[in-house]
């Protein structure tokens, strides 16, 4: 059981870190031909890029609100999954069943994030020749990551539940 402890801590850093990237970055929708790229924060072309500000649409600023949620569960998973090598229970809560919903709640607040920017700009990217970039593509990953992570997290076994 310890390894598979092992691998749901790796899988929740390697979550939590692709989740991280995601929301730092500036290629969550590229149109190269005309070198254009943008984030969740700003927006470039040809290198020069300009902050949205509060001038963005209330899609961008709930995306950009569960993907905070979602770290900050992701945070809560790992730091509990690194936890668990040595206690079993924060006062009455056990830390397995503290990692194993945090990880889901991850999860799932990447999915309502991607998701809604999904849905937002998909219309964008038919008609315009826009794509979606890598970072929208890390943050897909790390929804899935933390589903697995909260699936290795359920199955480590501990000996005083």
Known sequence: MEGIRT??????FVSLLLLIVALATNYWMMDSAQRVHMGLWQACKDN???SYGMSVSG?????R???????????VSFVGLCASFSHTHIGSISIKHLAVSASFVAGFCSMIAMSTFTGVYSDVTLFFGT??????????????????????AYYTGSSSE
Not at 7 to 12: E, K, L, N, V
Not at 59 to 63: K, L, Q, R, T
Not at 65 to 75: E, N, T
Not at 131 to 147: C, E, V
């Open 48 to 50: 020069n890029c300009a």
């Open 131 to 152: 794509l979606f970039g890598w970072s929208f593509g890390l943050g897909w990953a790390s929804f899935i990551l933390f589903l697995i992570t909260g699936l290795l």
């Open 7 to 12: 691998a749901a801590c790796i899988f929740s």
């Open 59 to 63: 899609a961008i600023h709930a995306v």
């Open 65 to 75: 609100a569960f993907v905070l949620m979602g770290m900050v569960a992701g945070a």
